[in-house]
């Protein structure tokens, strides 16, 4: 059983440009989550892809946009790239209708906007 | 509103003293609760969860409903012990919502 991986680990940007991100759930899981994680803070829910499409979203910008693919695996794009974009992204994988529900989460993609 | 509130970002304590990192939450109608802790150098991970009433690794958690609280106690730190700890509540829509979180150091 594979755990939840993330690429790339770190990634530098600047400003009004696009960045992609991506997860590979952990097998088994149907369900990803992103989350955004600014310095000296806890994780805020961005979205979440169950079955291909978005099934709840926190409050972002439609700037910030996802895909789930066929094998569960997922992308976060991020367009326009501001300043306060530079953060941890923390995808997590689940399996909808577990008893728990357990969120798995990834080692995170830091990206810096400069 | 739905919102979880650390109020320690900090918390030092003695080797083989008791701990408890607060945590208290917003929330209109039965919440789910959790501690999620990072370790050094490790990713998120779930600690425990309310309803399982477990104790994981000497940890245990109340859900206080008149409070709206759910600290985190442990009788006796211990080194290992020494991470970021963060509550969370799973909210409508199913999303789990986060505290500022609360670092834990245990002194030798």
């Known amino acids: 059983e594979t755990g939840v991986t993330q690429s790339p680990t770190h990634l530098i940007k600047t400003r009004g440009q696009q960045v992609t991100l991506r997860c590979s759930s952990q097998?088994?899981?149907?369900?990803v989550s992103w989350y955004q994680q600014a310095l000296g803070q806890g994780p805020q829910f961005i979205f979440q892809?169950?079955?291909?499409?978005?099934?709840g979203r926190g409050n972002f910008p439609p700037r910030f946009s996802g895909l789930q693919f066929p094998n569960y695996s997922s992308e976060l794009n991020v367009n326009a790239l501001e300043l306060d974009d530079s953060a941890l992204y923390l995808c997590?994988?689940?399996?909808?209708?577990?008893?728990?529900?357990?969120?798995?989460f990834g080692p995170g993609t830091r990206l810096t906007v400069l | 509103a739905q919102r979880v509130t650390q109020p320690e970002k900090l918390l030092s304590v003695f080797k083989g003293a008791p701990v408890e990192l607060k945590c208290n939450y917003s929330?209109?109608?039965?919440?789910?609760l959790f501690w999620y802790v990072q370790y050094s150098r490790q990713r998120l991970q779930l600690l425990l969860r309310?309803?399982s009433r477990e104790s994981i690794k000497g940890f245990t958690a109340d859900l206080n409903k008149g409070e709206t609280s759910f600290h985190l106690k442990k009788p006796f730190a211990q080194e290992e012990d020494s991470a970021m700890y963060y509550c969370?509540?799973?909210?409508?829509?199913?999303?789990?919502?986060f505290g500022k979180g609360t670092r834990l150091h245990i002194l030798p």
């Open positions: 997590a994988s689940s399996l909808a209708g577990d008893l728990y529900n357990e969120q798995f």
């Open positions: 097998s088994g899981h149907n369900t």
């Open positions: 892809y169950y079955r291909e499409e978005e099934n």
């Open positions: 929330y209109s109608g039965s919440p789910e």
């Open positions: 309310h309803i």
């Open positions: 969370a509540l799973r909210g409508r829509d199913d999303k789990i919502i």
